[in-house]
């Protein structure tokens, strides 16, 4: 069994710079994600990475802006958030299933994919 909480989010101008965080708990290996979801629209890919070696992938909107991280010890996936532009608005999702997906994959990118969900934390990037 696998629980995970995110904190971090808040209220921050265009162009600044949020962390948000995810604690696991449970779980020995796999792959971690990071989707948003707007109001009104389908929840959306961001970026995931693969527990034992940090691979990574990341959705062409927030390339070279986002950067996915994680602490083995600590058991906490990050996400750093820079340049942020009010299009990145959204209650952010942290996801994580127990199987090792390769980045080049299409699994990292569905969200059916995974099988643990916390419960969001929101960003507001105002204009």
């Known amino acids: 069994q696998v629980q995970l909480v995110e904190s971090g989010g808040g209220l921050v101008q265009t162009g600044g710079s949020l962390r948000l965080s995810c604690e696991i708990t449970?779980?020995?290996?796999?792959?971690a994600a990071w989707f948003r979801q707007a109001p009104g629209k389908e929840r959306e890919f961001v970026a995931s990475?693969?527990?034992?070696?940090?691979?990574?992938r990341y959705h062409d909107a927030v390339k070279g802006r986002f950067t996915i991280s994680r602490d083995r010890a600590k058991k906490i996936v990050y996400l750093q958030m820079n340049s942020l532009k009010f299009e990145d608005t959204a209650d952010y999702y942290c996801a994580f299933t127990l199987r090792s997906y390769n980045s080049g994959s299409t699994y990292v990118r569905d969200p059916l994919k995974y099988d643990y969900w916390g419960q969001g934390t929101r960003v507001t990037v105002s204009s």
């Open positions: 449970g779980g020995t290996s796999g792959t």
């Open positions: 990475i693969r527990w034992f070696d940090a691979n990574t």
